[in-house]
């Protein structure tokens, strides 16, 4: 349990952020590609859940919050700047964010209570919530903006 804690959770954040932020300061400006690497970000955040000894299957509750949430925040944001901009998509995304929670939150219990009932143990630790919410925020995101820019071809 030492290794799910708060110091490894906080040390594991701190990296796969800076990772994150170096990466998508590459790529940021190329709308086609920019989803799909948000999404493979969205699996360096398993790393160190393998570490300390957790399956990626005990923290699906917290994928699935993360990518539900995070996807439609996405929606919402596009959405918002698609109306009135920058102030459009900032509203967008807060609105959208207070929705999303609630909808992502019953998802999250769904699994949570599915796991439980199939013997995986999924009791959230600092490390387990932390990571398993980065993944899901990412891979949502990541597939709602290839979708918008690659499939739809929307641009802002």
């Not at 929606?75 to 207070?98: E, Q, R, T």
């Not at 630790?125 to 071809?153: D, E, F, H, N, R």
Request: with cysteine; proline share 3%; charged share 10%.
């Amino acid at each position: 349990m030492k290794k799910q804690g708060f110091i490894p959770a906080l040390v594991s954040v701190t990296i796969i952020s800076i990772v994150i932020v170096c990466v998508i300061s590459f790529t940021i400006y190329n709308a086609k590609i920019i989803g799909p690497v948000i999404s493979v970000l969205g699996f360096i955040p398993w790393i160190p859940l393998q570490i300390s000894g957790r399956t990626i299957k005990s923290v699906g509750a917290d994928i699935v919050f993360g990518a539900i949430d995070t996807g439609i925040l996405g929606i919402a944001a596009l959405i918002g700047a698609s109306f009135a901009g920058v102030l459009g998509a900032i509203v967008g995304g807060a609105v959208g964010d207070s929705i999303t929670d609630g909808f992502a939150g019953l998802f999250e219990g769904k699994i949570a209570e599915h796991l439980r009932k199939h013997g995986i143990e999924e009791a959230r630790t600092p490390l387990s919530s932390s990571m398993g919410k980065m993944s899901g925020c990412l891979i949502g995101v990541g597939i709602v903006l290839t979708i918008a820019w690659s499939i739809l071809g929307i641009s802002i």
